[in-house]
């Protein structure tokens, strides 16, 4: 059974930082991109940042490019992503993604990011 289970939401400051984390079990995390989506009421899911299997390889929206990073530990079957320099903008609820077979198949239930002013 996969499994990806955020954790590391909450409320935040302007100006200050969040660590997300998706943990994954029931599939080959090594072997496998992973990304970060973002949700805000209303409108559809927006990308956030990829990185490949291994990690050679990232990718972020403009909106959070400089701000964000996104790792994995293969090791642990975990995936991160280090938000600074939080904006009130950056509030949403945040899922991780598995891509497998040409698309992302498997979702995390999500995990709340507010950013106060």
């Known amino acids: 059974q996969v499994q990806l289970v955020e954790s590391g939401g909450g409320l935040g400051q302007a100006g200050g930082s969040l660590r997300l984390s998706c943990a994954v079990s029931?599939?080959?995390?090594?072997?496998?991109?992973m990304a970060w989506f973002r949700q805000v009421p209303g409108k559809d899911r927006a990308f956030v940042a990829y990185?490949?299997?291994?990690?050679?390889?990232?990718n972020y929206a403009n909106s959070v490019k400089g701000r964000f990073t996104i790792s994995r530990d293969d090791a642990k079957y975990t995936m991160f992503l280090q938000m600074n320099s939080l904006k009130p903008e950056d509030t949403a609820v945040y899922y991780c993604?598995?891509?497998?077979?040409?698309?992302?198949?498997?979702w995390g239930q999500g995990t709340q990011v507010t950013v106060s002013s």
């Open positions: 029931g599939l080959t995390f090594s072997t496998l991109p």
């Open positions: 993604a598995v891509w497998t077979g040409g698309r992302y198949d498997y």
């Open positions: 990185i490949s299997s291994g990690g050679a390889n990232t």
